[in-house]
């Protein structure tokens, strides 16, 4: 096995890829930004290096940067997590032109998948299902036209070079074909240095239903089964489940198969991700991601595969330990994604100071996170403070689970997206599986009302958790709203505090 490796990335998967290494023996390497010098994942690394100031660009992104530091640390892979480097195809190639192996899957696959076109071209001729359009890039507005008018609108054009809903339209005519068309051309050219699009039937009202492979060097792969995750804001998920809530027997089997031939078609290995719109009864090709992504762990609580030292294993060149015949689905499990944004208030970011921190436990949760109490969360990268993650037998014990565990959870010091996953777990569409990618938006009344309901509520708790550190102090009470900035004054001003901070927060993780 490998002696050593490094986390190309940082906060929670860092941590969680450390884990799989501690398990498996091997010594990490983390590298860091200005940023995150205090994050946990440096912390619990057997060494860490920073490579640069906050922004990503001249640090988790500076790829000859991370080859050198894995060079000179004798690390003889590379993870590279999720977002960053992790599709980058340079990277991959850089690793390996320094003999370094590059924990994913070979170069060519990314190649392949990056470009939406290629890859929608090679599943159809693999006998993947795929939406009706064109695997050609639109040259002639007229004959856009004409293949609009044959599939039927409404249509959406899409840049080849896109992907989780960067360059996309939809038009409903043949007017706004024409508009849509030259706009994505020009937005793809000026987001991606090409202005590559192409034509699809557009679907309206989706589920997004992705199915998780698993493939070693030497042409074996199984599937892990479906996850649901349609629930997403502005192409960001917010809950996913696993199974879906509409999976059945045969349709695991078929998709499950159409991802093994998705995965075969591009000789994958490692893990990866075959995502599918799903749409009465049917289901299409849509992209794959070849990488580990963040709601992995609802599909290793239900198959009891860890995914993670599974593509360590993989990459180190060890044959898959079981045939698809071994994987057996069981129970259900869902995942909330905890940000640090407001509900309330459009979702905007929260970055700031976790001042204080419980963490709860009992049967059917997992917590995957990269913060402690005193943590702090920069507003430099994604918002996730960590992934909430309840299992039961049945979609509604891991629900109960997920409820409960939710109310127990006390995050002080930042604003936090809990009372929206506390609304949506009280919702009667959401508690039937009644859900597609538009379920927020379709139900926005009533998750206003009742996440309003629980923002107080964190309020009040908030207020609370400032009555025990500070006594009963009446004025503390009456100072609604600007209690963040009260508490940060107070323990700035008071050593004290410090005490009394680690007497009520329970440290995990
Ligand atoms: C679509 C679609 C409907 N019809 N393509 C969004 C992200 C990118 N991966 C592709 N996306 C979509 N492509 C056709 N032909 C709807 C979406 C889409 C979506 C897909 C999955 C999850 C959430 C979504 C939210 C809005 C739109």
Redesign the pocket.
Known sequence: MFKKILIANRGEIAVRIIRACQELDIKTVAIYSEADENALYTSIADECYCIGPPQASKSYLNLDMIVHVAKKTGAEAIHPGYGFLSENLEFAKACENNGIVFIGPPSEAIDTMGSKINAKKIMKNANVPV?PGREEPIEDPEEVVEIAEEIGYPV?IKASAG???MG?AVAYNKQELKEVVESTKSIAQSAFGDSTVFI????EN?R?IEIQVLGDKYGNIVHLGDRE??I?RR?QKLIEEAPSPIMTEELRKKMGNAAISAAKAINYYSAGTV?F?YDNGEFYF??MNTRVQVEHPITEIITGVDIVKEQIKIAYGEKLPFKQEDIVIRGHAMECRINAEDPVNDFVPTPGVIKHYRSPGGPGIRIDSGIYAGAEIPPYYDSLISKFISYGNDRDEAIARMKRALSEYIIIGLTTNIPFHRAVMDELDFKNGNIS?HYIEEHSEYLKENIMKYAIEANDEEKLYADKIFGKNKQVVAIAGGLNAYISSVVASNKNIDKCDEKYSEEQN
């Open positions: 939406l959406i992907g989780g809903g996309m699809e039937k557009y679907l989706p997004h995750c349609s997403q192409h995502e719109l849509l992209e990618t």
